[in-house]
């Protein structure tokens, strides 16, 4: 074929070589794949929570939380893995496209796996979507290995370490190591990347990374809105316009709405400024997804012990939800607030109120109390700003 005839069909996209985007390319956003691809994990995410609100409700509260927190690690990782390679090598050509919807069906398979992995503790379905998302991944690593000389060895680390950690996984399916060897494969998961980006960084953008973290937290944040909605209905359904009830739809409705405003209060690009604290911020943001998810659960498990419909008492109702406010708190003050706390004051507040918000399950209205107290502890943050002049930067 001429050079000629190549010209058209480079320029469409079908060149096989995939080189990595620049971290400092300007208006830098999530593109339609990646927010089609986010679409199967709002139904992965939605399918845990569910399972964590009726294991609450049932008063099985031991078993559902590890279920749901070993659950979320692969609904989590699965996101992790494809969100962090499309930020350093998304060149949208036809071979990623393709290899993209590869890992969109692993992912479609995983989510079906939830129900069977939560209620049963069987992982093989999940690890069966896992097997085919890997393909891709790996595929794609290798993709950018031959492409990118400068990172070849690291793209080459992370095609071997996540080859290995699958093949752990399916072995895992065999053998009886229980909670132990689901322990030290998510250790090996979570080595495989700090393993690969010490020979040298992929060239993520801190931009368009802040803003899918962004995304997904709006897909958590999600189950708490529909919990809000289904107390609302519930109050109107029955016609029971008890003060439980309203506490309920009161309290729930400024935990959601504070919970975003405390993630999305001012840009977080710029902490991303050292691998030591990338890896600190990425990794400890499981803990704000699957807090943030837990929160919709623990809201609907209040509205049914409020309409009698749980066998959980209202003091462990209040709990499913104070605790993983609480959670969700100390994870901001930690990726977030304590980096650009100024003084003690800054530093202490998040965790004061985190200290409140877990009494409030020995009053009478632990939703509407938990809400309260984060709308004052907004209410401080934000007058603390402008009176004194400290981050006045809002998105």
């Not at 036809?94 to 209620?119: E, K």
């Not at 409140?356 to 502890?377: D, E, F, H, K, S």
Request: glycine share 8%; hydrophobic share 55%.
């Amino acid at each position: 074929m001429s050079k000629q005839a190549t010209e058209p069909m480079k320029k469409r996209g079908w060149v096989i070589p995939m080189r990595p985007r620049s971290p400092h390319e300007p208006h830098r956003a999530a593109t339609p794949l990646e927010l089609f691809f986010d679409l199967v994990f709002v139904v992965a995410v939605a399918q845990a929570a569910s399972r964590l609100h009726h294991g609450l409700a049932e008063a099985h509260g031991g078993e559902a939380v590890l279920s749901f927190v070993m659950v979320f690690f692969a609904i989590w990782w699965a996101w992790m893995n494809f969100t962090w390679f499309a930020s350093a090598y998304d060149n949208d050509d036809v071979p990623y496209r393709l290899a993209v919807f590869i890992q969109l069906t692993g992912a479609l398979i995983l989510a079906a796996g939830v129900p069977q992995a939560f209620d049963e503790r069987d992982f093989a379905i999940v690890t069966l979507g896992y097997v085919v998302m890997r393909l891709a991944m790996v595929g794609q690593w290798l993709r950018a290995a031959r492409s990118d000389e400068e990172r070849r060895v690291c793209a080459t680390r992370y095609a071997i370490g996540i080859t290995l950690c699958q093949m752990g996984w399916i072995a895992l399916l065999f053998l009886p190591l229980g909670l132990m060897g689901f322990a030290l494969m998510v250790i090996a998961e979570l080595v495989v990347p700090i393993w690969a980006e010490r020979v040298t960084a992929t060239p993520w953008h801190p931009e368009h990374i802040s803003e899918r973290y962004g995304l997904f937290t709006i897909i958590v944040l999600g189950e708490s809105i529909l919990s809000a909605s289904q107390a609302i209905q519930s109050t109107i359904q029955t016609g029971e316009f008890s003060g439980a009830l309203v506490g309920i739809i009161v309290g729930g409705l400024l935990i959601v709405l504070t919970m975003w405003w405390f993630y999305f209060d001012r840009p977080t690009h710029n902490l991303l400024d050292s691998l030591q604290t990338v890896f600190l911020w990425g990794y400890g943001h499981l803990f704000i997804f699957a807090a943030a998810a837990a929160v919709g659960a623990g809201i609907a498990v209040t509205v049914d012990q409020a309409t009698h419909h749980a066998e959980i008492g209202p003091r462990g109702a209040g709990f499913a939800v104070a605790i993983p406010v609480a959670i969700y708190l100390m994870g901001l003050w930690a990726i977030h607030t304590r980096p650009r706390a100024s003084s003690w004051f800054q530093i202490a507040l998040f965790p004061v109120a985190t200290l409140l918000i877990l009494l409030t399950p020995l009053t009478g209205q632990p939703v509407l109390w938990t809400g309260l107290l984060m709308a004052v502890l907004l209410s401080i943050k934000l007058i603390a700003r402008y009176r004194y002049g400290v981050g006045t930067t809002l998105i």
